[in-house]
């Protein structure tokens, strides 16, 4: 009794209820693919966002890792650029030995780091004992007249004069007056201590990093090569030249200001009659 109906050009009949039921599988096959597809993208966008989430943690972690060690790295990199050439003569003198060339150049570093700390240490060793001595005289027989050049000073010359012979003679008075200094001082010293005990360690952390990157110099080179000529071509590789010879340039330039401000500063104490002007 249901209705036949034909299906393209064959004499074929089928119900019009199976013909609904396809159609209604169709449909919701479907929409139980579409829904699958969207679980996907979603399921992409989450594993995309969390791999983001990792490597961003990574990077600040690495960050954070370095960050205390950043001017070591930057100061060895300051060291290779400017040893450089050099570098490569020695290696050529020393016929390609290019491990025992690195080691040379770390302690030709090291040494003029290192002996000038070495002096001045040994200088202020050495004084330590006059430091001391003059100290418990001032302690004891107080500062003494005040120098003619104080009562000299226009307007204040005689009040100045007046208070260091008040105070010169008043030794308990004398103490109490650098008693609130001394804690200052201490902290002073205490400071520069830690401040020059970070300045080494800071120092012999680069001079480490120096040697093992001059000894791979040459492949870090051609790395930083390959990559500038990547992203500009020649010319980039032509600016990644004209960096290094501008660092190298700043460099020389600072230490030949400096020295030319220390021989300066000694004449000037030589001339001031400032005994060890050096």
Known sequence: ????????NVGVHVPRAQIFRGDLRKALFEQTKGEENIMSENTKQVEKL?????????IIGSIMMILPFLRAILWTVVFAVTIWPYFI?????????TSLAAVICTLLLALIFFVPMVYVGYKLASQAS???????????KGLGPPPLWLKSIPLVGEKLGGAWQTTGQDTPKLIEMVKPHIKVLLGSIVSAGAGMAQIILITVLSLILFLLVVKEGHSIRNSLEKMAVRLGGEKGRRLLLVAGSTMRSVVFGILIAALIQGILAIFGLWISGVPSPV
């Open 1 to 8: 009794g249901q209705p036949q109906h034909d299906v393209g």
């Open 50 to 58: 969390v791999l983001l989430s990792i490597i961003a943690l990574l």
């Open 89 to 97: 003569k020695l290696e050529k003198a020393l016929r390609g030995r």
């Open 130 to 140: 006059v430091a001391l001595d003059y100290t418990e005289e001032l302690m004891e």
